[in-house]
């Protein structure tokens, strides 16, 4: 007999025995370690290429706005007005007299307002610049800052505007756009067309523009005419004395600042601006973790089936070894040591590729209009260290039962070829498989009942996924045999062959099955959902909105129309009625939410909206319609008065008048 292991000069020689026979294995199979490769591969692929393109982005963005904002030590805005998780935050605008107090202001060196807005460029064919909204980079409207020191825009060609007909572009909007200095453009405002000439083309930072975002600079009173209104700003920008410390600079300020207008250091904005690239990142890196998760969770399935057949096709040569002396925990290791060896070639190469992965996708976003600055990818330890954890984890995990089962063979009963496989008949498999599927069942149930909740969702299916591969050895034999009856009449002996073969491992069986199960799963449910989706807005429109036509400047509630083009659209001798919308994010006792302003006579002839109690006809000032079911939840009735909060006019006390 071979010493054990763990004692003595010939364990550690049989240590390198059980190595080298490990190793000569895989060498053996190569093409079953490369498949079984393939499978962890795409997830660590997908995971890391989801965290070295937001770790590149983060990074080059927390460069670039660090070196856009470093010559700005206080910024002067409103106080957020209101700040929800949903809509983001929004401000009121501030008073162009307080650039006057603020210059006064002891340590100012210069301080320059600045004003953000809609507007969207129009191309040289007559086509608005950008998609808008969620599907495109916004495009805004601002005022040209002539302090170079506070202008993160940077002049490359031409010069800045000094009339109200004259506009700089970003060089990025300028390129797709197809404009140079001197060409005369449209930009589109709320007040409608308004005919510019370009005189410059800059750059934000080292970058054709922020994000892809697309922006027309205009002098400041035309800004104000166009974008905002008169003696109305966004924000002030201020430069200080040398020497003087920002803090200490925005505290002198803040003392001469009416009640909810706010000065920040500069640090302090910048790190604002990082955090929200960062934050609009989170949705864009949980997509694609999501489909590494799905890999990883299928390939899982797929290398357990793999070491399964492999450890079932070295029964013999395992129960050899354990004849000579290997002990079970010599068995389980050398097992073990081939999942880490594919864990370890999966990781290496899944790495490798997630960089291409990240490649590719920087070119995608580039091509949709997100802009990024130039540099070089960024690949962290933290990258690295994680891609290998996770890929020897799923492999190992994946392998552990498998080689648990090939330790417990009994040297003698494996040599004579005797089935072991008494999964088909374990209460305890019966009893925890169906705890884990109704585990699963009940958490899809509450995800969908009575409000949706895909996270609820998700870890109900993936417990259902497993509670089925748990129960799969159970229900092989017995659907083997109903199913494979029609293929032994059929095929004859090769049919029946193939069925007893399939009733003979029910483990065998099962797992096999399991990554096809749940490729169908994630198949059928990707359709279902979108079909679902697709006939339940077709539904809502069809049932709803009884209009012909929609005029939509993009601009996601942001603006971009005139308040006068419905009446202009009226006035066409083909149109019956032309309603305009305008909507606002709101807060209604304190919950976010929207509001949409329309014309109370003509609403109904575009819209079914099924009164249930009021009239449209009674909300004038300081009314509100709600929706019934809203009501409802919330016990709101008829003559109610709620409390609503704007951003720019504040609290305000509104009637509910209708119920819809």
Known sequence: MVPEADGGEGGASYVQVMLRASLKDLAARRLRLLTSSVAVLLGVAFMCGSLVLTDTIGRTFDS????????????VRAAAALATEDLGVQRARLDASLVAAIEQVDGVAAAEPTIQAYAQLVDRDGEPLGAGGVLGAPTYGASWIEDDRLNPFELV?????????EVVLDRGSARAAGYQVGDRATVLTQEGELPVTVVGIATFGSTDSPGGAAFTFFTLDSAEDHLTAPGKVDAIK?????????????????????DQVE?????????EEQSEVAESLTFFNT???????????VGSFIIYNSFSIQVAQRARDLALLRAIGASRRQVLGSVLLEAVAVGAVASAIGLAAGVGVATALRSLMATMGFDLPPGDLVLTQATVVTAFVVGLGVSMASAFFPARRASRVEPLAALRDVAHDRSASSPSRAALGFLVWALGAVSIADGLVPEPDLGAVGRGA????????????????PLSRLLGAPLSRLRGMAGRLARENAMRNPRRTASTAAALMIGVA???????????TKATVAEALDTSFQGDAVVYSGAEGAGGLSPTLAEDVASLAVVDAAVSFRVAPVLVDGAATSVIGADRATVGSVFDLGIAAGSFADLGSGAIAVQADRAATEGWRLGDRLSVQFAETGEQTLTIAALY
Request: charged share 15%.
């Open 64 to 75: 670039l706005f660090a070196d856009v904002n470093a010559e700005t030590d206080v910024h």
């Open 157 to 165: 060609n031409g010069r800045a505007p000094a009339t109200g007909s």
């Open 238 to 258: 201020v430069v200080g004395e040398d020497g003087l410390p920002d803090e200490e600079l925005a505290a002198r300020i803040g003392e001469v600042l009416p």
């Open 263 to 271: 000065a920040l250091t500069g640090a302090a904005v910048t790190a």
């Open 287 to 297: 997509f694609l973790l999501s489909f590494a998760v799905i890999a990883l969770f």
């Open 462 to 477: 993936a417990l259902s996924f497993v509670g089925v591969v748990v129960l799969g050895p159970l229900l092989a034999r």
């Open 522 to 532: 994630l198949v059928g449910f990707i359709t279902v959902v979108a079909a679902s």
